[in-house]
C-alpha cells in the first residue's frame, strides 16, 4: 500500500508534526508515503513529489513551516472568496489523477484549511480515495474543537501582548495589536483573554469606537493610564467596514490595516497617545508549542488509521480531548465563528474585557 499526502493553502505551525505522524504510523503497517510538493501542484504531471521515510522525518516534528512547501494559489483553488466555491475543472482534476494512478496512491491525506478541504470534498465526490486533516491558525473549522497551529498563534500574541504591555505602561499609551483572523476572532479571543488585554475587537461582535474610548477614559481616572487592545484584521471598522491591503490577491482580498485605524481613531477620541503593531506572520511562522506538536501527530496517526479502515471522505477531528473523524462535509460547510453569547465571551466580559459594543 501506498499514500499520498500534501498540504495545502498558508503554512501552519504543527504542518510537520503531521506528516511525522503518518509517516510514523504508515511505516507501523509496512506502507509508503508519498509527499507532494506546493499542495495539489505537485500532483500535476510530471509530478512533484518525495518518497517520505521514517529517517526524511527525524526531528521535524520541532520545525515551523512544512517540509513540503505549500501554495493557497495555483490550479487547485476551490474558494475565490468568502462563500464563492470555484470547483476544480474536469481536465486539471483529471491530469492530477494520472499522477495518483502511476504512482499507484491508494489514499490521498489532505491537510488543509476551509478551501483546500473543499477541494478534498470534491475530488472524494469524484471518487478519490480522500482523507481530510482540519489545519489553520484561524480555528474557524467546523466539527473540529481545535486544529493544531492555533495554541501556537495564540502563544505568539501573548509574547506580544507581555512585550506591550511594559512599553505601553512606561509611555501612558494606547497599544494596538492587530492579530491574524480572517473571519473569525479565535486568535483576537484567546490571544487577548491570556494576554491580558483590556479592549478585544472581533469580526463576530461589531464594536462602537466612542464606546472604547469612553472605557478608555474611564481607566484613566482609575490611574489605569495604559490600555491594550486586540483586534483581530477580520473585524470591520464601523464606518468603512473591512480594511485591506490588496483587493486582488488572487480572488481573497488580503487582510491588513485595520490596527492602524484603531489607534488613530482612538487618539482623537480619548486625545491619548497610540501606537499599533501588526503581528502578522509571526503568528505563523516558528516552532510549534508542545500542544500543536502532540495534536499534529495523533491527527497523522489517525488519518492513517482511516486509510487503513478505508474510511474515505472522513476529516480528522478533535472532541473533548479525543481525536476522532467526521465527514468532511461537516467540515467545510460553514465556518466555525465566535458566538457572541458563549461562555467564552461571557468569561472574556466577566474579567472586564472591553468587547466595544
Ligand atoms: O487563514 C490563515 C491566515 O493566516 C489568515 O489569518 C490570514 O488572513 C491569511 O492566512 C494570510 O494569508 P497570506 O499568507 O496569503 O498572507
Known amino acids: ?196 488585554a483590556d479592549v478585544v475587537l472581533l469580526p463576530e461582535i461589531p464594536f462602537d469606537l466612542q464606546k472604547v474610548a469612553d472605557f478608555i477614559k474611564k481607566r484613566d481616572a482609575l490611574s489605569y493610564h495604559s490600555t491594550l487592545v486586540v483586534v483581530a484584521e477580520g473585524a470591520k471598522m464601523p464606518e468603512g467596514g473591512l480594511v485591506t491591503v490588496d483587493d486582488n490577491h488572487g480572488g481573497e482580498v488580503r487582510l491588513g490595516g485595520i490596527g492602524e485605524q484603531v489607534a488613530r481613531r482612538l487618539s482623537e477620541l480619548t486625545g491619548k497617545d497610540t501606537r499599533a503593531t501588526i503581528l502578522g506572520h509571526l503568528q505563523r511562522g516558528g516552532a510549534p508549542t508542545s500542544l500543536d506538536r502532540i495534536l499534529g501527530q495523533r491527527f497523522g496517526v489517525m488519518a492513517v488509521s482511516l486509510a487503513r479502515d478505508g474510511m474515505f471522505g472522513r476529516m480528522v477531528s478533535y472532541q473533548a480531548y479525543h481525536v476522532d473523524s467526521v465527514p468532511i462535509e461537516e467540515a467545510v460547510s460553514q465556518l466555525r465563528l465566535v458566538t457572541p453569547e458563549s461562555e467564552m465571551v461571557k468569561a472574556a466580559r466577566a474579567v472586564g474585557i472591553c468587547l466595544g459594543d
Open 1 to 196: 500500500m501506498r499514500i499520498g499526502i500534501l498540504n495545502c493553502g498558508g503554512d501552519c505551525p504543527g504542518l510537520n508534526a503531521v506528516i511525522h505522524g503518518v509517516v510514523g504510523a504508515a511505516d507501523q503497517l509496512g506502507w509508503e508515503v508519498i509527499g507532494f510538493r506546493d499542495g495539489f501542484e505537485g500532483l500535476l504531471p510530471p509530478g512533484d513529489f518525495t518518497m517520505l521515510r521514517p529517517q526524511d522525518t527525524i526531528g521535524i516534528v520541532k520545525q515551523g513551516g512544512t517540509i513540503l512547501g505549500t501554495t493557497n494559489k495555483g490550479h487547485f483553488a476551490a474558494k475565490v472568496g468568502e462563500g464563492d466555491i470555484a470547483e476544480v475543472p474536469p481536465e486539471t482534476v483529471a491530469r492530477a489523477k494520472r499522477t495518483m494512478d502511476q504512482l499507484e496512491i491508494s489514499a490521498l491525506i489532505i491537510v488543509g484549511g476551509d478551501g483546500s478541504l473543499t477541494t478534498g470534498l470534491q475530488l472524494y465526490r469524484e471518487g478519490w480515495p480522500i482523507i481530510g486533516v482540519p489545519k489553520t491558525i484561524d480555528n474557524d473549522l467546523s466539527a473540529t474543537a481545535m486544529t493544531f497551529g492555533f495554541d501556537s498563534a495564540i502563544t505568539t500574541v501573548v509574547d506580544g501582548l507581555d512585550r506591550l504591555h511594559t512599553t505601553g505602561a512606561s509611555h501612558k499609551r494606547v497599544m494596538v495589536l492587530e492579530v491574524m483572523g480572517r473571519h473569525a476572532g479565535w486568535i483576537a479571543l484567546w490571544g487577548g483573554m491570556a494576554g491580558a
